[in-house]
């Protein structure tokens, strides 16, 4: 009889492009989660759960930065023989909810979502395929005084969680504007016209000289590579250069200076006139370009947003993996769409919003030293006798009702060096202790752990070396002593 071959085990390892979360992250998170939720729901917005899974038609081809309909997504055909995904963002879920739902909710409809989103990208380095999201979005309201409000939100958000003025920067630019260009620019080759788009998204990263090379005949990159131009002449490609080095520390001239670069163009016009009263509007509010600033170089989404975009930007320098100096760069953006909702309806619908990249704020902070410190564990409270189970719940249940927290070892309590081994490792700050003595007497044991630790580094530290690491205390006194230990930690 042939040997029965033995299915293999699995393999105990994260999917590619995916990681685990333990303890004090998913803490950070969720404290990061709220403090922002917070601000969102101050500002009027409602909350919205959506499912986490759409159809692929609902997703569509609109996804930002994607430039073939329905790539970046994790998707799979259902039993119905239809075409199901991993929500790549929380907008494209909001515009079938406000569709499906709209004749039961309030217009403009105001919303905030936070979750996980999944792209089916190519993973690297802080770069994952599941990432959370922070969302806030109107919906159905056509005056830019929406625009601006989601720009103070984002300015608040970044305040709230720990990113202090003088740290960030809320930059606005305005599609219209860029439209304009072009439109002065007389391109009617649509190929031309995106690759001057592609071409302009890219000044963050190659400059001035880097566009005017690529606008015309092209330029070698860093690699060595040649990197064929649009093939404009110098007059054709003015416009793009003044457009994006209009920006100045007063509003009023980078206004001024948009409006030279956008010619005759009554579209430019129209956004240089919104960014301008959203500029007011932001002044009215007490938001001025030390936190909100104006700023043509702010290109988001090009084929997604069709009027104001704005993106947040950390200012502050970190070191790069070969330490180098760099700015830490973008946690957050957003803008108006309002093409979106009109895919389901067949009526165009205003919309604007901005969307946090928690991962990414939560990396600025740890970067900063602001979050990102141990987590004090719970008390734990230790079992000298198993029979007396009943005794040791009792006091765990004392503490827990006093807003301690707090648990019982509930491993094997043979050898109790381990117990304490395993408070250690739980970096728990007390342990408590009971024995048949200490029952008979009427007493517990309190171990400071922490001092315990900094006396097993040092025993010599005058700071430490005068205090007890351990007390005798009547058992009534359990929660006060501990409480009292903890507030020397805290």
């Not at 403090?35 to 969102?40: E, G, M, R, S």
Request: charged share 30%.
């Amino acid at each position: 009889m042939a040997k029965e071959k033995k299915t293999p085990r699995p393999k105990a390892e994260t999917p590619k492009g995916f990681r685990d979360y333990f303890g004090t992250e998913v803490t950070e998170r969720a404290e990061m989660l709220r403090a922002i939720a917070a601000v969102y729901h101050r500002y009027g917005f409602e909350a919205l759960e959506s499912s986490g899974v759409e159809t692929v038609e609902a997703l569509g081809k609109f996804l930002p930065d994607v430039d073939r309909p329905n790539e970046g997504v994790f998707a799979w055909l259902d039993e119905d023989e239809k075409w199901m995904a991993l929500r790549y963002d929380l907008t494209a879920p909001l515009a079938r909810v406000y569709a499906q739902h709209r004749n039961d909710l309030p217009l403009p409809y105001r919303r905030y979502a936070m979750g996980p989103v999944w792209r089916n990208e190519k993973p690297g380095p802080g770069r994952y395929r599941q990432f959370y999201q922070c969302d806030a979005d109107t919906v159905g309201a056509a005056s830019v005084a929406a625009d601006a409000e989601i720009c103070a939100l984002l300015a608040d958000c970044l305040e709230i969680v720990g990113i202090p003025r003088g740290d960030y920067l809320v930059r606005v630019n305005n599609r219209k504007v860029l439209n304009g260009v072009l439109e002065c620019m007389g391109l009617t080759d649509d190929a031309q016209r995106d690759a001057v788009l592609r071409t302009i998204d890219k000044f963050d990263k190659v400059g001035e000289g880097g566009v005017r090379e690529l606008l015309g005949k092209g330029r070698l990159d860093v690699s060595g590579a040649y990197i064929d131009g649009v093939g404009l002449s110098d007059e054709q490609a003015e416009p793009v250069i003044a457009f994006l080095t209009s920006g100045r520390l007063e509003t009023s001239e980078t206004l001024a200076n948009l409006r030279t670069a956008i010619g005759e163009s009554k579209v430019g016009a129209e956004g240089v006139a919104e960014l301008e009263e959203i500029a007011t509007l932001l002044e009215a509010q007490g938001y001025g370009p030390d936190r909100i600033v104006i700023d043509p170089s702010v290109v988001r989404g090009l084929g997604y947003y069709t009027g104001p975009v704005f993106e947040a930007e950390l200012t502050f320098e970190i070191l790069d993996e070969k330490g180098r100096k760099r700015q830490f760069g973008s946690v957050a953006g957003g803008g108006r769409y309002d093409d979106l909702v009109k895919r389901f309806t067949g009526q165009a619908v205003p919309a604007t919003g901005v969307s946090i990249g928690v991962d990414r704020l939560l990396a600025a902070l740890r970067e900063k030293g602001r979050i990102g410190g141990t987590e004090q564990g719970p008390v734990v409270v230790t079992v000298m006798d198993k029979a007396r189970m009943a005794d040791y719940q009792a006091m765990v249940a004392e503490l827990r009702q006093a807003g301690i927290r707090a648990e019982v070892y509930l491993g094997n309590p043979k050898n109790f060096g381990n117990q304490l081994k395993y408070a250690d490792k739980r970096l728990s700050p007390v342990a408590v202790i009971e024995g048949g003595d200490e029952k008979e007497r009427g007493v517990v044991q309190i171990k400071d752990l922490i001092l315990g630790a900094k006396l097993a580094e040092d025993a010599s530290l005058e700071e430490w070396k005068e205090r007890p690491s351990q007390y005798e205390i009547p058992r009534g006194d359990l929660v006060v002593k501990v409480r009292e230990i903890l507030g020397l930690y805290s």
